[in-house]
């Protein structure tokens, strides 16, 4: 069934109101009613539902172990009768309205690095100057700690990315700690970028050693970036002053899928960036700007065979032209 645009936006704006925590009981027997007066508002209510599942879906599993009332709520709604289910079928979330609350502060700030030394939010990279004179960077959504221990200084990357600069006369090594390795460097410029599935070094000026998680080792020169996967293997490449352009605020793409160019760009936006995977695998050759994702997008749309939806504040959806 084809939505029309109107439909679409004001499912948005019913997911918005109902997430935000202070939907009255008003609010949802307006919703029932918008959703029963029209075919076209329930396949736009259940558009943007689908949009939204993943991290939703996450959020009610979590909420579903904490609080026993809401998760009976939620089975009583999915074992409705068919009449009524066709009815409230996109209502299920107003049994999780907290879990969705969080989830909308989350694409704000990753709520789950609060703690750390050193944070950033959706869309800020932050510069700071450490105990020895080294400069660190964190790109948008990271996170480290920073701690002195055995003669080492050690930066733990617990989300995103880090570059971290130490001078040339530092009073002692650095040891730079991500998921699935470490580099240890004396003096130099050297970056880590890491997700649940890769970690990345990168090395900018100096000379490095880096250890896997599997024991692995390997030694960095100048303008090298090592990858390291899940198993512990090592590749060497020689494009770290490419990979490093997010420190000066750029996505630098050489013939790279654009699955990588959206996962670099995802931090920067409040709004979730959805992929087709009909168009993840084309590559694309370009210098984006992070701190305008959607702009970066509809430029390369003008190059590549893609097309951008957005779906109110909160979906950015990207698909085949």
């Not at 109902?18 to 508002?41: F, K, P, V, Y």
């Not at 879906?57 to 609080?67: G, V």
């Not at 006369?169 to 700690?177: A, I, L, P, Y």
């Amino acid at each position: 069934m084809t939505v029309s645009s109107p439909a679409l936006h004001r499912a948005v704006t019913w997911r918005v109101r109902l997430d935000s925590g202070s939907a009255t009981a008003e609010d949802r027997r307006a919703l029932a009613e918008w959703l029963a007066r029209d075919e076209t508002h329930r396949a736009a209510w259940a558009q943007v539902g689908a949009l939204l599942c993943e991290p939703i879906a996450q959020l009610e599993a979590a909420e579903e172990k904490r609080s026993g009332s809401r998760a009976t709520s939620l089975r009583a709604l999915t074992h409705a009768r068919p009449s009524r289910r066709r009815l409230t079928s996109g209502l299920l979330t107003v049994a999780v309205l907290g879990g969705a609350g969080a989830w909308l502060v989350d694409r704000q700030s990753p709520l789950g690095t609060l703690l750390a030394d050193c944070r950033t939010g959706t869309g800020q990279t932050r510069r700071q100057r450490l105990f020895d004179n080294s400069e660190l960077v964190l790109g948008a959504r990271s996170a480290a700690d920073v701690r002195r221990q055995d003669g080492l200084a050690h930066l733990h990357l617990l989300r995103g990315q880090v570059s971290l600069n130490s001078p040339l006369h530092g009073s002692q090594d650095w040891e730079v700690h991500a998921r699935h390795g470490k580099l240890r460097i004396s003096a130099g410029h050297c970056f880590a970028q890491q997700t649940d599935r890769l970690t990345r070094f990168g090395l900018l000026s100096g000379a490095a050693r880096i250890v896997s998680a599997a024991g692995a080792t390997a030694e960095l020169s100048a303008g090298q970036s090592a990858s390291i996967d899940v198993a512990g293997r090592v590749r060497i490449d020689p494009d770290a002053r490419l990979r490093a352009a997010w420190i000066d605020g750029l996505v630098d793409a050489y013939n790279e899928p654009l699955a990588d160019v959206v996962e670099a760009l995802r931090p920067y936006s409040t709004a979730v960036i959805r992929l087709d995977p009909s168009v993840s695998e084309i590559r694309v050759t370009a210098v984006l700007p992070l701190a305008e994702p959607e702009k970066a997008l509809r430029s390369l749309a003008e190059t590549i065979p893609i097309s951008l939806r957005r779906f109110g504040p909160w979906v950015l959806a990207i698909g085949h032209a």
